[in-house]
């Protein structure tokens, strides 16, 4: 088995368009949080949502490009040039059978909803047009992104809930060190927009603290009251050592472990259980002892159980250690299908950068949280062996170990 690295990453999100923008803003503790009146006239519990700022699409794709694409399929395409770029690829050598394209993707809602709205209101399916059966598929941004780079080799869109970007970045990791592709082109997408979120919104999911959105994700803390929903896109250019070495890219990130799991008990509340075996075969895999670990970026997403149940679980693994746990999540909201991508760039950012993001709006933590190190502020450290985490409904569990080059 081939060594798997990371030479480029590019974000959209709600901390900034591209990384150095989000990497100021893990920093400095910076929220992305908004509130969305077009939610509260329809109904909705709660309006609290990550916004993406500034994005000007027309700079990125022409029009006719993005006729078959929704509107977080430009953002994964921005990403992804982002990627290419820091990695030192020119568009041509993304193209032939050697480069796949693998996205985590679980929804297209609002392409699906506008088409039926039309439909609705014409009493026809003529006036819908050829661009919208592409953007209302759920493979929608890996056929768009793997048609534009003329990539030949994997081309799929992976749907595991919030796992989804995860696991994609795992499942890219063991193809190449396989040798089954020689790049892959990983991450994951996550549409903004009301469709996406109404029916999470239905089930109470989502804080209410309406009056301060910076302070509404509280992961970890007492007087956490649910998740924000947020978005974007992110991608990272995934290939063997080898294949670095010889183009002289510099390496990022060696993808030294990667594990899932299942808890096979609930569709929505997790039992911790399948999160520490997940946790603890990443680490085995990575040939790593949890004590050298350096930062752990949580899931811990701010819902009452489910920061409870990873906090005890991380705490059974990492209590008592000198090791930094934090939840981006406090300053992004939920990226949901892309946040098991968008927190490996994070943390990757961070090996870069020499710093580790806090946790923004912890004041006083939960006692599951008993025995973890949370920094509330910015830590000056460079953390050189990092374990991100990502849990989602169904019970589905991806844990993913990065290590820093050794040279």
Aim: charged share 20%.
């Amino acid at each position: 088995m081939r060594e798997t690295v990371i030479t480029g990453v590019g974000v959209v999100s709600s901390l900034g368009i591209g990384a150095e923008a989000c990497a100021r803003s893990l920093r400095e503790g910076r929220s992305g949080i908004t509130v969305d009146p077009e939610r509260k006239s329809l109904g909705f519990r709660s309006a609290l949502t990550g916004k993406v700022v500034g994005f000007e699409p027309e700079k990125h794709l022409s029009r006719k490009a993005r006729k078959t694409m929704p509107e977080v399929g430009v953002w994964a395409y921005a990403a992804c040039e982002e990627a290419r770029a820091m990695a030192g690829l020119a568009p041509d050598d993304l193209r032939g059978p050697g480069t796949g394209v693998i996205v985590g993707n679980d929804s297209a809602a609002a392409a699906t909803v506008e088409a039926i709205d039309r439909c609705r209101a014409d009493k026809t399916t003529h006036m819908l047009g050829s661009g919208l059966v592409f953007q209302s598929m759920t493979s929608s941004v890996s056929m768009n992104l793997s048609t534009l780079y003329g990539a030949q080799g994997a081309s799929w869109t992976l749907a595991a809930a919030c796992s989804s970007g995860a696991h994609s970045v795992g499942q890219a990791a063991l193809l190449v060190a396989a040798g089954l592709q020689e790049v892959v082109l990983a991450g994951g997408a996550q549409e903004i927009n009301s469709a996406a979120f109404a029916t999470f919104d239905a089930i109470n999911a989502f804080s209410l603290r309406e009056s301060d959105p910076p302070g509404a994700p509280r992961p970890f803390d007492k007087s956490r009251d649910g998740l924000v929903p947020s978005g974007g896109a992110a991608m990272l250019v995934v290939e063997s050592l080898e294949s670095a070495r010889r183009r002289g890219a510099r390496v990022l990130a060696r993808v030294a472990g990667y594990a899932f799991s299942c808890d096979g008990e609930h569709i929505s509340l997790a039992n911790g259980r399948g999160a520490l075996r997940c946790m603890e075969d990443a680490l085995r895999r990575a040939r790593l002892a949890a004590g050298e670990v350096e930062y752990v970026n949580a899931h811990a997403t701010g819902t009452p159980q489910g920061d409870a149940v990873e906090a005890r679980a991380l705490a059974q693994l990492f209590g008592g250690k000198d090791v930094p746990v934090s939840s981006t999540k406090s300053m992004s909201g939920h990226e949901c299908w892309m946040a098991g991508a968008s927190e490996l760039v994070y943390s990757i950012l961070m090996m870069r950068d020499g710093f580790v993001a806090p946790t923004r709006n912890l004041e006083d933590p939960d006692e599951a949280c008993q025995g973890l190190l949370l920094p509330r502020t910015a830590l000056d450290r460079r953390p050189r062996t990092v374990l991100s985490n990502s849990f989602g409904f169904g019970g589905t569990n991806a844990a993913i170990v990065l290590v820093a080059d050794r040279d």
